[in-house]
């Protein structure tokens, strides 16, 4: 049982990716971060020095604070969030625990430099359908939760990209794109480091549905029906990215919770 004012790695694995995870807070100084330089998937860095200053970010916010052991750096750092109105906990044994539960932490060495607000800046081709969902969906999920996109025209995205530091995706010839049979989503998931189960059967969706093999998966079709209805239903794309974005968490959630799980209740009643 957690103790007051913490949460386990367990319990707080299984808030990431979903949109009830709170705020996630890396406060580990910079020689220790160094030394094991990735964190829990969705985590931002700040000083814990620095607390009073940053703290008001997170005004009318749920947190969880993150050091090497869950000890005294992230227990006074959760106190003066607590002490700012953010509702604070800290993470059990901090990233060791995190570590030792086997659970994933994110490569920072494919994560885009920052802007001057601390957010990653995407740029991709106007009119998305599916990859260009199903990536923004996991990157805000899983890796930066305050990312800004980008939609223009095709032939604009590589000088957006240079002219406003912006990181390209789905588009051929640049980092972030389809590999062999692989779309951008399988690529983002494994060169963040993010292979768990549930992320790689909805990458089987995703890609059964953006290259046009459905039988790679059941719910293939599925997906790629919702996405056409919602690029038919919005002329905005940031508009048909925030509507996207609960689909994902649906299928998302089928892939982790529901696999096994049928409705069979209509069909029964209909039996007797």
Not at 29 to 52: D, I, Q
Not at 137 to 143: A, N, P, S, T, V
Not at 251 to 258: K, N, S, V
């Amino acid at each position: 049982m957690s103790a007051i004012n913490s949460i386990s790695a367990e319990k707080l694995a299984r808030l990431i990716g979903t949109p009830r995870c709170p705020a996630l807070i890396d406060v580990r100084p910079k020689a220790e971060f160094e030394g094991n330089p990735r964190l829990v998937p969705g985590s931002v860095r700040r000083s814990h020095s620095e607390v009073w200053e940053w703290a008001s970010e997170f005004a009318g916010q749920s947190a969880v604070v993150i050091c090497g052991d869950g000890s005294s750096l992230s227990q006074g750092t959760a106190a003066w969030l607590r002490h700012a109105g953010v509702n604070a906990d800290v993470l059990e044994q901090g990233i060791e625990g995190w570590t030792k539960a086997g659970l994933p932490l994110l490569k920072l060495g494919r994560i885009p430099p920052l802007d001057r607000q601390g957010r990653t800046v995407w740029v991709t081709r106007a009119r998305p359908k599916v990859d260009r969902i199903a990536c923004p969906w996991l990157i805000r999920r899983f890796i930066d939760p305050r990312a800004v996109f980008l939609f223009v025209a095709a032939a604009e995205v590589e000088g957006v990209a240079e002219q406003f530091g912006a990181a390209p995706f789905d588009l051929d010839g640049v980092f972030w794109s389809h590999r062999g049979e692989k779309c951008t989503f399988d690529v983002m998931v494994e060169e963040f480091g993010l292979t768990i189960e549930p992320l790689l059967r909805l990458a089987t969706i995703v890609r059964g549905a953006d290259t046009g093999r459905l039988d790679l998966a059941p719910q293939a079709a599925g997906l790629l029906a919702a996405s056409l209805g919602l690029s038919r239903m919005y002329a905005d794309d940031l508009t048909q990215l925030e509507a996207g974005l609960p689909l994902y968490d649906a299928f998302y959630r089928w892939c982790r919770d529901a696999t096994d799980e049928t409705h069979l209740a209509h069909s029964r009643r209909s039996e007797t």
